[in-house]
Structure formats: structure tokens, C-alpha cells
């Protein structure tokens, strides 16, 4: 350190005290972060669906609208173990049974999402496959730049947490920002 | 030893420890008018005719509202909503901060001023990716020509103020058209010498709109009520300044009233308050009085003014001498000792000259002068500091080659535009 440095550090303590410190600490919440400061490009969006989706909220079409030109896969996974557990102890027509009602209420669901995306000017895919919920949920998104996801995806029934586990282990696993709805 | 030479020693060797940071100003001052009471030089009975009771209590009055206000993020909110005003471009931020820093300056002291601001302004300049040295020395020149405007805005000018007896319509209507001159002339200067590095791409300067935009100025208001009580009793105050003169009351005790009124009024616990008063400035002022009071009651002030008599012969070389005697000094030295100094000189020349424009010649050197290097003034000292803290480097020279023309320039300007007023052309 210089001597103008020297003199100008103690004449600064002797003048500013500690109160720069406290101003800047008032400060530091107005003063945006390196993340916030650079606005992601949205072009492509992974927006897995179950049942636990009944209504999609007007907010997230509203969030949804500012992606002009993206692209948004709407996914419908049906779980692999589950359709497994029900051949191993009910029989295999019940899996079929049970596989064919998932498949129905699926599509149903993706045919009442797609307009209303459609609508803001945004370009759909539908996809319905059978896997894991997590597993797939994360693979798919490597290629995505949004993840759009409801907080009770792949819960059990009985709904005991406010963000189902499904989701928390997604979001602790994506390396993309993530709307939970 | 006589007792003349005992507070020219004793004041020398005060003005030595200050300068030389050694130690805290406010205990090299205290220390030197201690060893003027102990020595008898300044008897105690005479000490209250020495101490500006004035001055310290305009300081206290205003500190005392500057933080009660500043809980409330009022000046948070001028800063970002400055900072969006200016809508990303390089020229409005420049502008804006000047004129913004100059209009707070000269209510409030420089210091608070530059503290408050000068983040905000680091801020905007980085997410522009602009060099800050430009934007940061405008700043410092903004600070301290705006301090020069008011009675209340640079304590050189509440010390010529109660001194002199000058209201704060005298300074607003001597000093603050000299003080806007200087703004214009500050800016115009800086954005010639630093034009090439204002630029920025519009794509850029649509970008930082767009993220200054989202900053929410409403946000920083940290207590509503607090922010309202604390707007109206600042607009009282400065409505009591304009007026002070025709109530007959001094400018300290409306900055005392306004402050027990906030003080009341915001039911504020006055210990939290009173803690953040700064002391050490307030004593700085105090011994300092007593050691220059050592040299008015010796009789060296009132010999040193004879002896001025000798080579001085007229209101416009009096005029000119106090003006860059002052402007140059305070270059090098702080303004608030060479203020104290200078007031008693001053006051013995009355006898051989009109002091009324000699009073506004001091005020625009020992105001201005700090302009002239990075050690001038206290407002340059702290926007150096936080830079140094936030790695730009502004060295002694940077700043000379800059500071010195601003000087130069804007006590000039000042200095013509007193001798047309009072000298005659």
C-alpha cells in the first residue's frame, strides 16, 4: 500500500467512521445479483403434467407468455413401477386396465392444457410415455431451457407435504431455472 | 516564552498533528486547546466567547435530522430514484448524479451526502461497464460546489455564517448563482476531458434501462411514516432558513427546533439517536475554536491583519488575496481550521476595509479550494476511500490534473463574478 493509500484509509476512517459499512449493508438488498442481472433466453420449456395437475394457474400462462417463439413440451409420464407393482399382484389385465385409464385421463389432460398455450402464441408438443417421474422429468430437461412444474407432481394421494418429494428431488437434480406452480 | 509565541506554537503544532493523520483530528484539537487552558493562554471565563456555540449547534441540530431521516431510506429513495431517471444513459447519469449530489449537498454535509450516494452510482457505472473515475470525480466536484450554495451546506459557510451574522438568503442569493455557474462549468469540463469514455452502445443503454427499471425505489423506504414526518419537518426547516432572518431567530435553533420536532414527532428513542451524532466532528470544532481563539486573544491575528494592511491596499486586491489565498490552501489543508483561522483575520480587517465580499471570497475558497487535490476535502477523501475499497484506483495525480483546472476554473468564475458584484468592473 502507497503512502496516498495510507493517508487516504486513515482519513477516511477518521471522517466515514463505520458508516459506510451500515449504507451499504442498507443497500446490498436494492442491488441486484450477477444471476438476476442476466435474463435467461426461453426458447424451449418442459412442462411435465399428472394428475395431481387439475387446473394450470392464469399466472403461469401470464409467465409463460413473456417466452414469445418458445417451444413447450407438455409431458404426461405415466409411472412404469406402478403399472409393474399392479401386474405383479393383481395380473396383468389389470395393469392393462389400469395402464389404458392412465393413457384416457392423460390425454384428456394434455387436450385441455394445449389450447390455452396455443393461444399465447406458443408452439406445443405433446408427449406420453411411460417411465420413471423424476428419472424422466430430469433427463428431458437437459435439452430445455424452463422447467414449468407442479408442486404436488407425482404425489402419492394422500397429499402430507406442500411440495411433493417428486419435485424436490427434480429440482435439487435440473441445472435449469424452474417455475413450481 | 511570551504567550503570543506559546498559541503560535501550540496552534502550529495542532495544524501539524491534523494534517498529519496521526492521530484523530478531533484529539489533536482538543489536545491543543487543552494545552492553551492549562497554560492560562485562553483563560477559562473567556472560553465561551471562543467556542461557536452557532456553528456546533446548526451541526448538531441537522445531524440530528439527517439521522433520523436516513432510518426512514429517504435518501435510498433519491439515490435509485435518480439512478432510473437517468434510464441507462451514460450523459443523464452524469448529469443527474451531479445535480442531485450538489442539491443534497447543500442542505445536508458533503460527507453524508457522498456516502449515500456514491454506492448507488458504482453501482449504475458497473452495470454499464463504464470506467467510474469520471462519474466519481463529478461527484466529488458536485459535492463540494453544491456545499458552497448555502449557510447550511459546508461548514465553512456555517462558520462565516456566525461569524459575520450572513443569513441564509445572503448566501443564497451571493453563493448560489456562483454555485450553479460552477456546476454547469464542473460538468461541461468533465465531459469534455472524459468524452470518449461516456459512450455506450444503444442496445447497452436500452439493457441498464431495462434493469434500473426493475429496481424498486418505494421498496427502500424502510419506515413510511418516518419517510412522511421526516419530508415535512426537512421542508419546514428549509422554509424556517429562508425566513430566519425576518423571525429574528438564528439558523441554529431552527435546526434545533426541526430536530426536537422529528425527534417528537417520530418518537425515535432520542439514546439510538444521539448515539450516531458524530461527536468527534463536533469537538474538532470546539478545540479548534479554542486554539484559534488562543491566537485572537494574544493579539497575533490583529497583528498579522496590520502587517496585511501594509501590502494591501484595496477591497478588490483584499478581495482576490483572501480569495486564492483561501482556495489554495484549503487545497492542501482542511477547509474547517483554515475557516477558523481565517474568520478572526477577516474580522480585524474590518477596520480597513468593507468585510462584507471578503466574507463570500473566503466562502468560495475554503469551499471550493477543496476541489484542488484528493486530500482537499472530506467529500473527496471518502469517495477515494469507498473506490480504493471497491478496487479503482484514483491516484494523487489522477485527481490533480483534474481537481486542480475545476479549481482553478470554478474559483475563477466565483472570484469574477464577486468583483463585478461588488468591486465594479
Known sequence: ????????????????????????????????????????????????????????????????????????????????????????????????????????????????????????????????????????????????????????????ITKTTSISPVVMKIVQHVSIPVIVY | MNQAAIAIVIFLFTYGLIMSERIHRAAAALLGASLLLILNVVPWENVPDYLDLDTLLLLTGMMIIVNTARKSGLFEYIAIKTAKMARGSPIKILLLFSFVTALVSSFLDNVTTVLLLTPMLLYVTRLMELDPVPFLLAEIFASNIGGTATLIGDPPNIMIGSAAGLTFNDFLMNMAPIAFIDLLLSFVFIYLFYRSELKVSPEKEEQLGSILSR?????????????????????????????????NIEPAVVAMFGASILLVWSKESPEGVFEKIEWPALFFFGGLFIVVGGLVQTGV???????????????GQALILITWFSAFSSAVVDNIPLTATMIPLIKAMGAFFNTYPLWWALSLGACLGGNGTAIGASANVVVIGIAEREKIRISFMDFLKVGMIIMILTVGAGAGILWIRYIGV
Open chain 2, 301 to 315: 491575528i490583529e497583528s498579522i491583519a496590520e502587517k496585511m494592511v501594509d501590502y494591501v491596499h484595496t477591497n
Open chain 2, 215 to 247: 429496481m424498486d425505489e418505494k421498496g427502500a423506504i424502510k419506515d413510511l411514516v418516518l419517510f412522511e414526518k421526516s419530508v415535512t419537518v426537512i421542508m419546514i426547516v428549509v422554509i424556517l432558513f429562508f425566513i430566519h432572518d425576518r423571525l
Open chain 1, 1 to 156: 500500500m502507497g503512502i496516498f493509500s495510507t493517508i487516504i484509509s486513515r482519513k477516511f476512517k477518521n471522517i466515514a467512521g463505520t458508516r459506510y459499512e451500515r449504507i451499504l449493508k442498507d443497500y446490498k438488498e436494492f442491488f441486484l445479483t450477477k444471476e438476476e442481472l442476466s435474463l435467461p433466453v426461453i426458447k424451449s420449456i418442459l412442462m411435465p403434467v399428472d394428475r395431481s395437475t387439475r387446473k394450470v394457474p392464469e399466472e403461469i400462462y401470464e409467465a409463460l407468455s413473456a417466452c414469445e417463439d418458445a417451444e413447450v413440451t407438455v409431458v404426461y409420464i405415466m409411472s412404469e413401477d406402478a403399472c409393474e407393482l399392479i401386474r405383479q399382484t393383481l395380473g396383468e389385465k389389470a395393469s392393462r386396465e389400469f395402464r389404458l385409464k392412465q393413457e384416457e385421463s392423460g390425454r384428456a389432460l394434455l387436450e385441455s392444457i394445449t389450447p390455452s398455450l396455443e393461444r399465447l402464441g406458443l408452439k406445443v408438443r405433446t408427449r406420453m410415455l411411460l417411465g420413471n417421474k423424476s428419472e424422466d422429468v430430469i433427463r428431458l430437461s437437459r435439452e430445455k431451457d424452463l422447467l414449468v412444474i407442479p408442486k404436488l407432481y407425482g404425489s402419492e
